[in-house]
């Protein structure tokens, strides 16, 4: 597809489980980046990769977070022993290059609800 | 304070009117800075990117930047119902990552 692709869109989930969230970003992106949105809250970064590295994991908000690249494109994020804060909507995004004057895209991201 | 503030509004104005979104930022983010909108339950979608001082202009839209103020603005011209939405700043701080501000809840009124 044309746009920045993630699924599942919504994924609804018992507290202690572990959640897998997929990202396909737009062709040719070197970049891609992790956010969350929280209700009420702005979006916060979480982790960015260029190519199959992730130099920057420094909005990670815990070790249960992690995320990984493979072939340059797609990424899982992935969130074990999943909490009640963590829901929230995780949106991905991918840009041309990781270099700073380079506009992010943003998928329609996935709604994850914690019960 | 905040690396980016915005007014969280909301701002309403009449149809056919000029909204004026505002934002500023502290001296960590001073690079780039793009502007998004986000209908509710949607992902933001990116309307301009400005990185130097002035105007850019874009259809209805104009990105105001002033460095030395530190602030960067939204003019959208003869505004719209469909225009009703929340209006993101963000600024990149010459890394990698968007730090983004709360955003400004606009309502354009027929």
């Known amino acids: 597809g044309a746009g920045v692709s993630q699924s599942p869109s919504n994924k609804v989930t018992e507290k202690g489980k572990d959640v897998e969230l997929r990202c396909d970003p737009i062709?040719?992106?070197?970049?891609l980046y992790w956010y969350r949105q929280s209700l009420g809250q702005g979006l916060e970064f979480l982790i960015y990769?260029?190519?199959?590295?992730?130099?920057?994991k420094s909005g990670l908000p815990s070790d249960r977070f992690s995320a990984e690249r493979t072939g340059g494109s797609v990424s899982t994020l992935t969130i074990q022993r999943t909490q009640q804060e963590d829901s929230a909507v995780y949106l991905c995004?991918?840009?041309?290059?990781?270099?700073?004057?380079?506009?992010?895209?943003f998928g329609d991201g996935t709604r994850l609800s914690i019960l | 304070q905040k690396e980016v503030e915005q007014n969280s509004g909301p701002l309403s104005v009449p149809e056919g009117a000029i909204a004026s979104l505002n934002c500023t930022y502290s001296?960590?983010?001073?690079?780039?800075f793009f502007w998004y909108r986000q209908y509710s339950g949607k992902s933001p979608e990116l309307i301009m990117s400005?990185?130097?001082?002035g105007d850019k202009e874009d259809g209805r839209f104009t990105a105001q930047l002033n460095k030395a103020s530190q602030y960067v603005s939204l003019l959208i011209r003869d505004s719209q119902p469909s225009d009703s939405a929340t209006y993101l700043c963000?600024?990149?701080?010459?890394?990698?990552?968007?730090?983004f501000g709360a955003g400004t809840i606009l309502r354009v009124k027929s």
């Open positions: 001296d960590r983010v001073s690079q780039s």
């Open positions: 062709s040719g992106h070197t970049a």
């Open positions: 963000a600024a990149n701080d010459g890394g990698n990552k968007l730090v």
């Open positions: 400005i990185y130097s001082n």
């Open positions: 995004a991918s840009s041309f290059s990781d270099r700073a004057n380079q506009p992010q895209h």
């Open positions: 990769f260029q190519g199959n590295s992730a130099p920057d």
